[in-house]
């Protein structure tokens, strides 16, 4: 499977110019077909083709006086510009006809220079190179100095310069990992985990772990809401300004680095240590329309499922998920008796059937895993309680965050 690695650039101020030129003059390119083809359309024409545009907006175009600038920059940024516009469209046709799964995209849009993300891709045609001393050679912008947090596994097939809000410049390399070399670094294990994702709780594991939710936003709001206020009392369009936007979104890359690297380390124990995991499908977009929307956020559930999930195919694991309707906080994971919708205050309840005391989240883990087939009895028999429909009032197994919120 293909993977991307990101490693940190620091280019020096005239490879900075050298990349903002990129950024440009790909973004015109981009601009340029899009303009072209909302042409054609309004006209009633067909689309020109790939090899027009290319032939328009590139080639005729760096003859011009007033596109003669393109030629600063590397053919390939501006071809893979246009491959960007390719593929945008692609896309939004294969969304009209239902093609392509997830919510439905609109018509691709003119790219602005205030955007708050800019990037431009190398592939192997752009000659690129690692060199000796370890920096990123790029054509026409020089050798930039990297920063390996991490080795490289394979010969990258291209790699994709960005600059995010925050002002950061990235290197973010495609590679091919080697399934035989994944299969080694993780072997089998017979071990099977439920998760119950949560609030009060990150997770809680069928084995009875609690993991505690770092609330990385939430630690953050204090710097975030002075760097606010200070970015909404200077004036629009001065120095100042961009100033104190880059403060207020190096604190929001600050909370959104250390969360997601939470969630890879996370993700990664709970691969290494189980060959099966089961996890709930939760409605992240239903819940962050709620009174809960900004700790929902905060937790970054959909992002961790999405990491178990890539990561369960690359070692060789079972990732199942279970319905959002399942009643996990209903049931006795003891002897499979519905006990009803609870408030989310109640965090501990007594099974009215067998007498059992179930902690609430530790109970929805062992069904959770049980729903998904991954428990097994004692004859060795996979258990699957029948499911049964949640009842209108239970709103789930996550609880709400007590205490300090800010803490």
């Known amino acids: 499977m293909q993977l991307r690695y990101a490693f940190r650039l620091y280019p020096d101020a005239p490879q900075q110019a050298a990349l903002s030129r990129a950024f440009g ?31 328009k907006l590139i080639t005729q175009a ?5 596109r003669s600038w393109l030629g600063e920059v590397s053919a390939v940024v501006l071809q893979q510009s246009l491959r960007d516009a390719e593929q945008a469209y692609k896309n939004f046709f294969a969304s009209l006809r239902g093609i392509r799964k997830g919510p439905k995209l609109g018509a691709p849009r003119f790219k602005s220079r205030k955007d708050a993300r800019q990037s431009v891709r190398f592939t192997a045609n752009a000659r690129w190179k690692i060199t000796d001393g370890g920096r990123l050679s790029l054509p026409k912008i020089g050798a930039v100095k990297v920063k390996w947090s991490r080795a490289v596994p394979a010969t990258p097939a291209s790699v994709t310069v960005i600059k995010d809000a925050a002002g950061r410049y990235f290197a973010s390399f495609v590679i091919d990992t080697d399934p035989a070399a994944d299969a080694t670094r993780m072997p089998d294990t017979g071990q099977t985990v439920g998760i119950d994702l949560g609030l009060t709780h990150f997770a809680v594991l069928s084995d009875g772990t609690k993991i505690d939710s770092p609330r990385f936003l939430r630690r953050a709001e204090k710097k ?8 909404s009392r200077k004036q629009k369009g001065s120095k100042n300004r961009d100033k104190a936007r880059l403060r207020v979104a190096r604190t929001h890359a600050k909370a959104a680095d250390a969360r997601r690297e939470f969630h890879h380390q996370l993700s990664t124990r709970l691969i290494s240590e189980n060959q099966g995991i089961a996890v709930e499908d939760l409605s992240v977009r239903g819940l962050a329309r709620t009174r809960l929307a900004k700790s929902v956020h905060d937790a970054g559930w959909a992002s961790f499922v999405n990491m178990l999930e890539y990561k369960a195919e690359r070692y060789g694991r079972t990732l199942v998920q279970i319905g959002r309707f399942t009643p996990t906080s209903q049931t006795c994971s003891t002897c499979g008796a519905v006990d009803g919708p609870k408030p989310l205050g109640i965090r501990e309840w007594t099974c009215t059937a067998c007498g059992t005391l179930h902690d609430r989240d530790h109970n929805a883990a062992l069904n959770i895993r049980q729903a998904a087939g991954l428990a097994a009895s004692a004859c060795g028999a996979p258990v699957r309680p029948e499911p049964v429909l949640a009842q209108r009032e239970e709103t789930g197994s996550h609880g709400f965050p007590t205490g300090n919120r800010a803490a």
């Open 62 to 66: 760096k003859r011009t006086k007033e």
């Open 25 to 55: 003059c790909a973004r015109v390119v981009f601009n340029d077909a899009v303009r072209a083809r909302e042409d054609a359309r309004k006209a009633g024409r067909p689309f020109p083709t790939a090899g027009q545009l290319s032939q």
């Open 224 to 231: 975030l809401k002075k760097a606010q206020r200070e970015l």
